[in-house]
């Protein structure tokens, strides 16, 4: 039989791949022992690419790796055939470890599970968006990634992000069970194609404590201890804090629940904030969860000119933490919160009543959260990362008694 490109059915080739001329051309150039950069130049073709072919395509007779134009063209012609059998269908111990990142039940510290929302499927899809699934969710970036930090000499256990996608949305690729699309972040079923994707200034706000005067450390997060922060707002005027570090991206989560009288009576024009975010409540309750953390990771807290935090002079005394404000209608300021809160809405949805959340369920929220490796940290999880610093501070802490 004729090779395929010389069918009388066969289609003109991409000039994406190489053709057989192109492999002739290299064949000869590497018998003269030129460099596979000098090669990508002679054929107009990148060193990557050369390099990619010489490694996938060579001829492996005898033992030996040596590159043949027409073995080139076999292996190449092979690759290309379709349809293939999905790598997850083939490698049960790697489909384990895929559905159980992407579905793995969020616990307490103690080891309780937290259900969350109890999802429903009928067959196509899940129902409304705010009922998404708690999980530990990684994204299948993440998961491809840290399969090399877990398995670093098991070859077999490698897969490209895409792949855990395709066998997610095309139900042909059928190696993954399709309900799991209730774990991812965005809570798609189907992709969305690429085409589709009035804050005012607060008289506490001085220039002195403005982002601009913030120490350049915190700029280029090479000193951990620098926080930003904001409010998640969910049903009926109810809300949780955020904290996040920028150097560890570290996640710690405040519960700030309604105050006594809340929906009694009629609300009181400047009386007190009942619905749990007012001034004094944030500034409490960033008090209580920032206290616990050693005086070298309370540096600087960056937040936008929300009223919720007029009290933060009352805040640098009671906490030991500088904070400073964000320009106004400016949230890339704060973009390692801002990012943050995005990931938190998997687990909080708009619509959200945050009333309804007791504090060992946002702990355990932030927990998996910070269980997540992350693409900034190596792969590292912000909980990795924080006690790496952690153990820095402490060694720095014993020479200097020492």
Same mark, same amino acid.
């Given at each position: 039989?004729?090779?395929?490109?010389?069918?009388?059915?066969?289609?003109?080739?991409?000039?994406?791949?190489?053709?057989?001329?192109?492999?002739?051309?290299?064949?000869?150039?590497?018998?003269?022992?030129?460099?596979?950069?000098?090669? %990508?130049?002679?054929?107009?073709?990148?060193?990557?690419?050369?390099?990619?072919?010489?490694?996938?395509?060579?001829?492996?007779?005898?033992?030996?790796?040596?590159?043949?134009?027409?073995?080139?063209?076999?292996?190449?012609?092979?690759?290309?055939?379709?349809?293939?059998?999905?790598?997850?269908?083939?490698?049960?111990?790697?489909?384990?470890?895929?559905?159980?990142?992407?579905?793995?039940?969020?616990?307490?510290?103690?080891?309780? @599970?937290? $259900?969350?929302?109890?999802?429903?499927?009928?067959?196509?899809?899940? %129902?409304?968006?705010?009922?998404?699934?708690?999980?530990?969710?990684?994204?299948?970036?993440?998961?491809?990634?840290?399969?090399?930090?877990?398995?670093?000499?098991?070859?077999?256990?490698?897969?490209?992000?895409?792949?855990?996608?395709?066998?997610?949305?095309?139900?042909?690729?059928?190696?993954?069970?399709?309900?799991?699309?209730?774990?991812?972040?965005?809570?798609?079923?189907?992709?969305?194609?690429?085409?589709?994707?009035?804050?005012?200034?607060?008289?506490?706000?001085?220039?002195?404590?403005?982002?601009?005067?913030?120490?350049?450390?915190?700029?280029?997060?090479?000193?951990?201890?620098?926080?930003?922060?904001?409010?998640?707002?969910?049903?009926?005027?109810?809300?949780?804090?955020?904290?996040?570090?920028?150097?560890?991206?570290?996640?710690?989560?405040?519960?700030?629940?309604?105050?006594?009288?809340?929906?009694?009576?009629?609300?009181?024009?400047?009386?007190?904030?009942?619905?749990?975010?007012?001034?004094?409540?944030?500034?409490? @309750?960033?008090?209580?969860?920032?206290?616990?953390? $050693?005086?070298?990771?309370?540096?600087?807290?960056?937040?936008?000119?929300?009223?919720?935090?007029?009290?933060?002079?009352?805040?640098?005394?009671?906490?030991?933490?500088?904070?400073?404000?964000?320009?106004?209608?400016?949230?890339?300021?704060?973009?390692?919160?801002?990012?943050?809160?995005?990931?938190?809405?998997?687990?909080? $949805?708009? %619509?959200?009543?945050?009333? @309804?959340?007791?504090?060992?369920?946002?702990?355990?929220?932030?927990?998996?959260?910070?269980?997540?490796?992350?693409?900034?940290?190596?792969?590292?999880?912000?909980?990795?990362?924080?006690?790496?610093?952690?153990?820095?501070?402490?060694?720095?802490?014993?020479?200097?008694?020492?």
């Amino acid at each position: 039989m004729p090779p395929t490109m010389f069918r009388e059915t066969a289609k003109p080739l991409s000039g994406r791949y190489l053709s057989l001329a192109e492999r002739e051309e290299i064949a000869l150039l590497l018998v003269q022992n030129y460099s596979l950069r000098e090669i %990508g130049r002679r054929i107009d073709r990148s060193a990557s690419t050369i390099s990619r072919e010489v490694r996938r395509n060579a001829a492996t007779r005898g033992g030996r790796s040596s590159y043949r134009a027409t073995v080139a063209q076999w292996h190449a012609e092979r690759s290309a055939l379709r349809p293939k059998t999905a790598k997850l269908a083939t490698n049960p111990a790697l489909r384990s470890y895929v559905e159980d990142k992407l579905a793995g039940v969020v616990h307490t510290n103690c080891g309780t @599970a937290v $259900p969350g929302p109890s999802v429903s499927w009928n067959g196509r899809r899940h %129902g409304p968006r705010q009922d998404r699934r708690w999980a530990w969710a990684w994204s299948p970036e993440q998961i491809a990634s840290r399969l090399i930090i877990d398995f670093p000499y098991d070859e077999t256990m490698r897969i490209s992000h895409e792949a855990i996608y395709q066998a997610l949305y095309v139900q042909g690729r059928g190696a993954l069970r399709r309900e799991l699309t209730a774990c991812l972040r965005t809570g798609r079923t189907l992709r969305m194609p690429r085409g589709r994707t009035a804050l005012r200034g607060k008289n506490f706000v001085s220039s002195d404590i403005m982002i601009s005067q913030r120490p350049a450390e915190a700029d280029d997060r090479a000193v951990p201890g620098h926080w930003e922060g904001d409010l998640i707002l969910g049903l009926g005027s109810s809300a949780i804090g955020t904290l996040v570090e920028r150097t560890t991206r570290f996640t710690m989560l405040l519960h700030l629940p309604r105050m006594e009288g809340h929906g009694v009576g009629p609300s009181v024009k400047n009386g007190p904030a009942l619905t749990g975010h007012g001034a004094d409540a944030v500034r409490d @309750a960033i008090t209580r969860t920032i206290i616990t953390l $050693p005086e070298e990771l309370r540096r600087s807290l960056t937040w936008d000119q929300g009223a919720e935090m007029a009290q933060h002079a009352r805040l640098k005394v009671d906490a030991g933490v500088q904070v400073y404000f964000c320009n106004p209608q400016s949230p890339w300021q704060r973009g390692t919160n801002e990012n943050t809160n995005g990931l938190l809405r998997q687990y909080f $949805p708009k %619509g959200t009543d945050f009333s @309804a959340h007791h504090p060992e369920a946002l702990a355990a929220v932030a927990a998996a959260l910070n269980s997540r490796p992350r693409k900034t940290l190596g792969w590292k999880t912000p909980a990795e990362a924080l006690d790496q610093c952690l153990a820095q501070i402490e060694k720095q802490r014993v020479a200097t008694t020492g």
